[in-house]
């Protein structure tokens, strides 16, 4: 089956599981997917946009099918054959809430996509530089990685305050912040960890000068 007969095969699915067997694995796609995540397991889905769609968006989840008792075994089987499983959801969806959970899924992004959206070379003539205290982006290294900044220095550098805010922090502290957010994995994390990881860097920033 392809990825259109996947979504066609969900489009009126409102309490229904339906599993198809990939390798060693069974998969759920679309609404099934939505049922799996909310009412069996916290699977963690995968949206991917795909040529075959016409750049249209597609969420699956799995598990291995060695292991289907642990993770499906409660529930009603309705169709069962060696390459597809049909299982009656608890209790019937709403597709608009299916549609607003997909809406807010991270798009998956392969390894190759991310390394050739690194590795692309600039166009075009590099822009000025701007003075670096006056620049919102830290440019500078911390103190313990330059050693020609003295602590007197260091205690006395402060980031520009955005208009009309008060909070305050030291250079080290959004270099801290600025390398966390570099190694923050977002297309691999849940809305939820997004938001939980937001939270905590407020709470980084948020010191007494």
Not at 82 to 88: K, N, P
Not at 130 to 145: F, K, N, S
């Amino acid at each position: 089956m392809t990825s259109r007969d996947f979504i066609r095969a969900e489009a009126d699915n409102t309490d229904r599981i339906i599993l198809y067997k990939e390798g060693l694995f069974w998969k759920a796609y679309e609404r099934s997917a939505y049922i799996l995540c909310m009412q069996v397991r916290p699977f963690k889905p995968t949206k991917k946009s795909l040529k075959s769609l016409d750049g249209g968006r597609i969420v699956s989840v799995g598990f291995p099918w060695k292991h289907e008792e642990k993770y499906i075994g409660a529930l009603e089987r309705l169709e069962s054959s060696d390459e597809r499983l049909t299982l009656a959801a608890a209790s019937a969806i709403d597709p608009a809430d299916f549609e607003a959970w997909k809406a807010l899924l991270p798009l998956h992004t392969s390894a190759a996509t991310r390394a050739a959206e690194v590795g692309a070379a600039p166009t075009g003539p590099e822009p000025p530089r701007r003075d670096e205290r006056t620049h919102p982006i830290v440019t500078r290294m911390p103190d313990e990685l330059s050693p020609a900044r003295t602590r007197e220095e260091t205690s006395c550098d402060r980031l520009p305050l955005p208009a009309g805010g008060n909070a305050d922090f030291t250079l080290s502290t959004a270099c801290v912040v600025a390398e966390r957010i570099r190694q923050f994995n977002l297309a691999e994390s849940t809305p939820m960890e997004c938001m939980l990881f937001i939270s905590d860097l407020k709470k980084t920033l948020q010191t007494t000068p």
